[in-house]
């Protein structure tokens, strides 16, 4: 099962995404999953490259 959790609050968004569906349709749920997480992350990197005075983002590694 995947689970997805998202905050939203005054000027605060946060998304949370773990597990694996690995066993239903060929993992191709998860691999959904991954690519739209995966796609917006990248765009928030790109957002913050280009306007670094507006835009910060520190992407950690567990």
């Not at 005054?10 to 739209?36: F, L, W």
Request: glycine share 10%; charged share 25%.
């Amino acid at each position: 099962m995947i689970h997805i959790r998202a905050r939203l609050g005054d000027g605060h968004t946060s998304i949370e995404v773990n597990g694996h569906e690995g066993h239903v349709a060929d993992g191709r749920v998860c691999a959904a999953v991954s690519a739209v997480t995966q796609t917006a992350l990248l765009g928030l990197e790109e957002i913050a490259r280009q306007h670094p005075d507006l835009v910060s983002i520190e992407i950690e590694t567990e």
